[in-house]
């Protein structure tokens, strides 16, 4: 389905120039809104709607009421708590240190990037890659303009590269040993009651189920581990023979692979 681009509601100067910043990006034709909702608009034209606003942008696939758009999420309660010494489960089972470089196939809202990043500090890498083009768009724009208080988010935010490709692609042109850490999470095999705006991505993003071809791309590029969240449910974990961490009462689990 094709995607358009409008402006808010009460649309300005800043917000036109938003709309074009996000045309000459994507590709996609600027509508103007002419005081129509958005429902109206995905129903005009056949099409998703991308929404510049003045705060943020924001995705409405069509049939979808709640947008899609860029925030930290779970990333800022996780750093508190990293902050206040506790351990994170995902870092921990990545075993990610200062320096070290972190490829999410799977970058979305960015939440356990902004962890990564925050982890592997100013000397480390980390590269975001995702399939959709708007949610690419959204969560890169936002990495780089969302007001955070916590600095130390703003600057774990602010390193993190965005890649829009598709995953596979996107390993195939990395070197052998590139990367210490690959980590994939496929938005899960079963829905998880989760935040609106999970809802929202989970409607927005392009999904795929793990492959042969995926796994052995990500196990050729890493230098240390391979790491894979799904639902504890999923069968990922035995088809692929994944050392897996059961996590009591979670609805998700995490599996990898070692060098």
């Not at 705006?197 to 795929?208: E, I, K, P, T, V």
Request: glycine letters at 6%; a neutral charge.
């Amino acid at each position: 389905m094709k995607t358009i681009i409008t402006t808010a509601g009460r649309p300005d100067e800043e917000t036109f120039l938003l709309a074009q910043e996000a045309s000459r990006t994507l590709g996609y034709p600027v509508i103007d809104r002419k005081k129509r909702s958005v429902r109206n608009m995905q129903l005009t034209y056949s099409a998703n709607v991308l929404v510049a606003g003045k705060k943020r942008y924001e995705y409405f696939v069509f049939g979808v009421v709640e947008p899609f758009f860029f925030h930290p999420n779970s990333a800022a309660f996780r750093l508190k708590r990293i902050l206040k010494g506790e351990t994170d489960p995902l870092m921990a089972i990545c075993g990610l240190k200062q320096g070290d470089s972190f490829l999410d196939c799977t970058l979305g809202l960015a939440s356990d990037s902004i962890v990564a990043s925050f982890i592997t500090g100013s000397e480390g890498l980390v590269e975001g890659v995702e399939a959709d083009p708007a949610v690419a768009f959204i969560t890169k724009k936002g990495l780089q303009a969302y007001e955070a208080k916590l600095p130390q988010l703003t600057e774990a935010m602010g390193r993190i590269r965005v890649i829009q490709e598709d995953a596979i692609q996107h390993l195939k042109r990395q070197p052998d040993r590139s990367w210490d850490i690959v980590y994939i999470d496929t938005m899960f095999s079963e829905p998880i009651e989760e935040s609106t705006n999970f809802s929202a991505l989970r409607m927005a993003g392009m999904h795929s189920q793990l492959t042969e071809e995926w796994m052995a791309e990500a196990f050729r590029v890493c230098r240390k581990r391979v790491v894979v969240k799904d639902h504890f449910d999923s069968d990922v974990f035995g088809k692929f023979h994944l050392n897996r961490l059961i996590r009591p009462n979670t609805k998700f689990h995490f599996g990898y692979i070692d060098k």
